[in-house]
């Protein structure tokens, strides 16, 4: 067969480069990490409870808020501790030393040890402020929805999830009910993006201002969603708490449109022209 | 018909396995065939954004667009090529809206037929519209119009169907976000199988009554989905070697669709269908290179190594420099399929399907797994357990594992350290899974359920 033959004596190089092999520094402790150094805490119990987050430990995150409630304030434990641990485990996403499975075991293993403090704490956490999220009508399609559900949770935001399908007059109400610092919709289809810009119209119409409309997902594009008003086009989904952070902050969607790449951190080449 | 379970191979060689060539050909109005010597162009358009808004506009758009397909099928000499339309929610919700957009789309063809002798198909893909948490798979509302829709897509002249179903999503998805292979292989393997039986069963009834063959399915929703969410050399998101497991274990679950009596050619984005192909010497659709309007992959020329009808992905509709999109990228899969067609009929049929191959074969593990001597192994490994849908998705996704492993050792395929930890991890856990499908569906059942909220059970008869 050729393709033995070829295999013996081709040179790759001059085919194909897997960058991800070669640009792969050697590998390293998460806790090691120049940036992780940087935000884990050094004392006790704080410590233990970040690395049970790092490492999504869900079993030892619960066991070390347990015994770190001994003689700790819940919002300790939590701030101090648990919300660091989540803290450096976006810090190793943003570089590509964590990814995907990571985040969402860790976020597991914080959500766990943290309503073991909340029960301790007699109330749930103040949350730094509220998203509602939803997945345009006829579209059944949410992993998208899903992780910015889950980034927004891991990082102290209230994310009321409306689900899939949503009906526009759903998103509405939930609006009306809410008052979200941001809106979030996502679509895969050409088609049922256009309930982006309905839900923005009616908003409009009924004199509803939500701070942004962040909207996503496969075929929608930064100039569609610009095409209306309070639209922000959401790149990644682990931007989505940059984004509300933005809004809490004080910043207009013309503004976040504007600063998308500095307000997320990073290069995003589908604002290449606003860096 | 039963289901008619696979357990031993249409090809006896991989090397017999060529584009344009399948073991059992299809013919569809207008006198097309696929895998009888020549490899057929395929373009898919979305309708503009907006023209959803009525059943006018849409059936108009749609008339547009085959008109455009044709015009330039026309324009450049294409002897044949085939115009699918994947269905907008509308589409498939109305059933009469999904009737009066494949009459104005048929009737556009014929007359180009007529005019021209332009061999021409029209491939009409239903619109997965059922959701577990409203209503179920099973029965509901929208799994009763999706029915509806084809049977008046078969009466107003669909050369064919295929759909993207989406059973087990829930549960694939979680295993995604997780990093979870058991969910993977129960979602994609197991109940993808169960509720793809249940689909086209029913979807094969309904076209047997016309002159429309029930094409296939694939799993865009699931493989498809990890292919998107690893991305390219640098996404984040899903380890290469993880997507390729999932992509191997996704062939268990669309060979269904055949063993319920879809004919082919399979819908193009199964990047898993060069497996199917080898057990079941159906022709299969294929999209890669000329997908890059929707997404991009790490094997673009690969998969043409055995195509017979060759895609782009969906592009939006609208005007290009080069003319409107259907024009544009019919255009760009009809010089693709020249090529084959050009080197099957000079005799290096299989010069230019291993230099295909070989572009892509060891840029990434997904590439790899699907070169066609190893997607015939995979296949082999599924037929071995034929008759058990869970067993023979394990066995699937073992063998792919076995073949990354083989190609990492021989130092041809580069991996990371995390895509080698997570096949080696995903293996280990995949061989400490029973040998009894009853046993892993229980351990399943008594974990996500609990975990997934939207996983409806029932929808799968469990």
Same mark, same amino acid.
């Given at each position: 067969?050729?393709?033995?033959?070829?295999?013996?004596?081709?040179?790759?190089?001059?085919?194909?480069?897997?960058?991800?092999?070669?640009?792969?520094?050697?590998?390293?402790?998460?806790?090691?990490?120049?940036?992780?150094?940087?935000?884990?805490?050094?004392?006790?119990?704080?410590?233990?409870?970040?690395?049970?987050?790092?490492?999504?430990?869900?079993?030892?995150?619960?066991?070390?808020?347990?015994?770190?409630?001994?003689?700790?304030?819940?919002?300790?434990?939590?701030?101090?501790?648990?919300?660091?641990?989540?803290?450096?485990?976006?810090?190793?996403?943003?570089?590509?030393?964590?990814?995907?499975?990571?985040?969402?075991?860790?976020?597991?293993?914080?959500?766990?040890?943290?309503?073991?403090?909340?029960?301790?704490?007699?109330?749930?956490?103040?949350?730094?402020?509220?998203?509602?999220?939803?997945?345009?009508?006829?579209?059944?399609?949410? #992993?998208?929805?899903?992780?910015?559900?889950?980034?927004?949770?891991?990082?102290?935001?209230?994310?009321?999830?409306?689900?899939?399908?949503?009906?526009?007059?759903?998103?509405?109400?939930?609006?009306?009910?809410?008052?979200?610092?941001?809106?979030? *919709?996502?679509?895969?289809?050409?088609?049922?993006?256009?309930?982006?810009?309905?839900?923005?119209?009616?908003?409009?119409?009924?004199?509803?201002?939500?701070?942004?409309?962040?909207?996503?997902?496969?075929?929608?594009?930064?100039?569609?969603?610009?095409?209306?008003?309070?639209?922000?086009?959401?790149?990644?989904?682990?931007?989505?708490?940059?984004?509300?952070?933005?809004?809490?902050?004080?910043?207009?969607?013309?503004? #976040?449109?504007?600063?998308?790449?500095?307000?997320?951190?990073?290069?995003?080449?589908?604002?290449?022209?606003?860096? | 018909?039963?289901?008619?379970?696979?357990?031993?191979?249409?090809?006896?060689?991989?090397?017999?396995?060529?584009?344009?060539?399948?073991?059992?050909?299809?013919?569809?109005?207008?006198?097309?065939?696929?895998?009888?010597?020549?490899?057929?162009?395929?373009?898919?358009?979305?309708?503009?954004?907006?023209?959803?808004?009525?059943?006018?506009?849409?059936?108009?758009?749609?008339?547009?667009?085959?008109?455009?397909?044709?015009?330039?099928?026309?324009?450049?000499?294409?002897?044949?090529?085939?115009?699918?339309?994947?269905?907008?929610?509308?589409?498939?919700?109305?059933?009469?809206?999904?009737?009066?957009?494949?009459?104005?789309?048929?009737?556009?063809?014929?007359?180009?037929?007529?005019?021209?002798?332009?061999?021409?198909?029209?491939?009409?893909?239903? *619109?997965?519209?059922?959701?577990?948490?409203?209503?179920?798979?099973?029965?509901?509302?929208?799994?009763?119009?999706?029915?509806?829709?084809?049977?008046?897509?078969?009466?107003?002249?669909?050369?064919?169907?295929?759909?993207?179903?989406?059973?087990?999503?829930?549960?694939?998805?979680?295993?995604?976000?997780?990093?979870?292979?058991?969910?993977?292989?129960?979602?994609?393997?197991?109940?993808?199988?169960?509720?793809?039986?249940?689909?086209?069963?029913?979807?094969?009834?309904?076209?047997?009554?016309?002159?429309?063959?029930?094409?296939?399915?694939?799993?865009?929703?699931?493989?498809?989905?990890?292919?998107?969410?690893?991305?390219?050399?640098?996404?984040?998101?899903?380890?290469?070697?993880?997507?390729?497991?999932?992509?191997? #274990?996704?062939?268990?679950?669309?060979?269904?669709?055949?063993?319920?009596?879809?004919?082919?050619?399979?819908?193009?984005?199964?990047?898993?269908?060069?497996?199917?192909?080898?057990?079941?010497?159906?022709?299969?659709?294929?999209?890669?290179?000329?997908?890059?309007?929707?997404?991009?992959?790490?094997?673009?020329?690969?998969?043409?190594?055995?195509?017979?009808?060759?895609?782009?992905?969906?592009?939006?509709?609208?005007?290009?420099?080069?003319?409107?999109?259907?024009?544009?990228?019919?255009?760009?899969? *009809?010089?693709?399929?020249?090529?084959?067609?050009?080197?099957?009929?000079?005799?290096?049929?299989?010069?230019?399907?291993?230099?295909?191959?070989?572009?892509?074969?060891?840029?990434?593990?997904?590439?790899?797994?699907?070169?066609?001597?190893?997607?015939?192994?995979?296949?082999?490994?599924?037929?071995?357990?034929?008759?058990?849908?869970?067993?023979?998705?394990?066995?699937?996704?073992?063998?792919?594992?076995?073949?990354?492993?083989?190609?990492?050792?021989?130092?041809?395929?580069?991996?990371?350290?995390?895509?080698?930890?997570?096949?080696?991890?995903?293996?280990?856990?995949?061989?400490?899974?029973?040998?009894?499908?009853?046993?892993?569906?229980?351990?399943?059942?008594?974990?996500?359920?609990?975990?997934?909220?939207?996983?409806?059970?029932?929808?799968?008869?469990?």
């Amino acid at each position: 067969m050729a393709l033995l033959d070829w295999a013996k004596k081709a040179d790759f190089d001059m085919m194909f480069k897997r960058y991800n092999v070669i640009i792969e520094g050697p590998a390293i402790k998460p806790e090691d990490d120049p940036d992780v150094k940087k935000v884990l805490p050094k004392e006790e119990p704080f410590r233990t409870l970040a690395m049970a987050v790092i490492f999504g430990d869900t079993e030892k995150a619960v066991q070390a808020a347990k015994t770190a409630l001994e003689r700790t304030s819940p919002l300790d434990v939590i701030e101090k501790g648990l919300a660091k641990g989540m803290d450096a485990v976006s810090a190793l996403y943003a570089k590509g030393a964590y990814f995907l499975p990571d985040i969402m075991l860790s976020a597991d293993a914080m959500t766990a040890a943290m309503a073991v403090a909340e029960q301790k704490l007699g109330r749930a956490r103040e949350k730094k402020g509220t998203v509602v999220s939803f997945v345009a009508e006829g579209d059944p399609h949410d #992993i998208g929805k899903n992780l910015v559900v889950m980034f927004l949770k891991a990082n102290g935001f209230e994310a009321v999830d409306l689900g899939r399908d949503v009906p526009d007059k759903e998103v509405i109400e939930a609006v009306k009910k809410y008052k979200p610092v941001m809106l979030t *919709g996502t679509a895969l289809m050409t088609t049922t993006m256009t309930a982006f810009p309905r839900v923005a119209k009616a908003l409009q119409e009924q004199g509803i201002s939500v701070p942004v409309f962040g909207c996503g997902g496969g075929a929608v594009k930064r100039d569609f969603v610009e095409s209306y008003d309070m639209g922000v086009y959401g790149v990644k989904a682990f931007h989505a708490p940059k984004l509300a952070e933005a809004a809490l902050a004080g910043k207009s969607w013309k503004e #976040i449109r504007k600063e998308y790449p500095k307000i997320v951190g990073e290069f995003v080449a589908e604002y290449a022209d606003r860096m | 018909m039963g289901v008619r379970r696979y357990t031993k191979m249409a090809y006896k060689d991989p090397d017999d396995m060529v584009f344009g060539h399948a073991k059992f050909p299809v013919l569809e109005h207008w006198n097309v065939q696929f895998g009888a010597g020549y490899v057929v162009p395929e373009v898919k358009v979305a309708p503009e954004a907006g023209t959803e808004r009525s059943k006018d506009t849409l059936v108009k758009e749609m008339a547009s667009i085959a008109e455009q397909a044709a015009a330039r099928a026309v324009d450049i000499g294409l002897p044949a090529f085939m115009l699918e339309q994947e269905h907008v929610f509308q589409q498939t919700y109305h059933p009469d809206w999904g009737y009066a957009c494949t009459l104005a789309q048929a009737e556009v063809l014929k007359k180009y037929y007529d005019e021209y002798g332009v061999r021409a198909c029209l491939r009409q893909t239903v *619109g997965d519209l059922r959701i577990e948490e409203k209503g179920g798979l099973r029965g509901s509302e929208y799994d009763n119009r999706i029915a509806e829709t084809i049977e008046e897509c078969c009466k107003a002249g669909a050369s064919d169907i295929a759909a993207e179903t989406m059973g087990g999503k829930s549960v694939l998805d979680y295993g995604v976000m997780r990093g979870d292979i058991k969910a993977i292989l129960f979602g994609i393997g197991y109940l993808g199988s169960v509720d793809m039986e249940y689909f086209w069963t029913r979807a094969v009834n309904i076209c047997s009554k016309y002159d429309t063959r029930p094409a296939g399915d694939t799993n865009c929703s699931g493989a498809n989905t990890c292919m998107y969410v690893a991305g390219g050399l640098l996404g984040k998101d899903m380890s290469h070697t993880a997507a390729a497991l999932a992509r191997a #274990i996704s062939a268990a679950r669309s060979l269904v669709a055949v063993e319920c009596g879809a004919t082919g050619p399979l819908k193009d984005c199964g990047y898993e269908n060069t497996i199917i192909k080898a057990i079941t010497g159906v022709p299969i659709c294929q999209e890669g290179k000329n997908a890059v309007c929707a997404h991009a992959d790490v094997m673009g020329n690969l998969t043409c190594q055995v195509v017979d009808c060759w895609s782009n992905e969906s592009v939006f509709h609208r005007e290009e420099m080069g003319g409107p999109t259907p024009a544009v990228w019919l255009q760009a899969t *009809g010089y693709e399929a020249a090529l084959m067609n050009t080197a099957i009929q000079t005799g290096n049929a299989k010069t230019l399907r291993d230099l295909y191959t070989f572009t892509d074969m060891y840029r990434d593990p997904q590439g790899t797994l699907l070169a066609y001597p190893n997607a015939f192994r995979v296949g082999k490994a599924i037929v071995e357990y034929g008759k058990d849908i869970y067993l023979r998705a394990r066995a699937a996704a073992l063998e792919a594992s076995k073949i990354m492993m083989e190609a990492y050792e021989a130092k041809l395929l580069q991996l990371t350290r995390f895509e080698l930890d997570t096949l080696r991890k995903y293996t280990s856990i995949l061989e400490s899974l029973p040998m009894e499908a009853e046993i892993f569906v229980d351990q399943c059942m008594r974990e996500y359920p609990r975990k997934i909220p939207t996983f409806d059970p029932k929808s799968y008869g469990l």
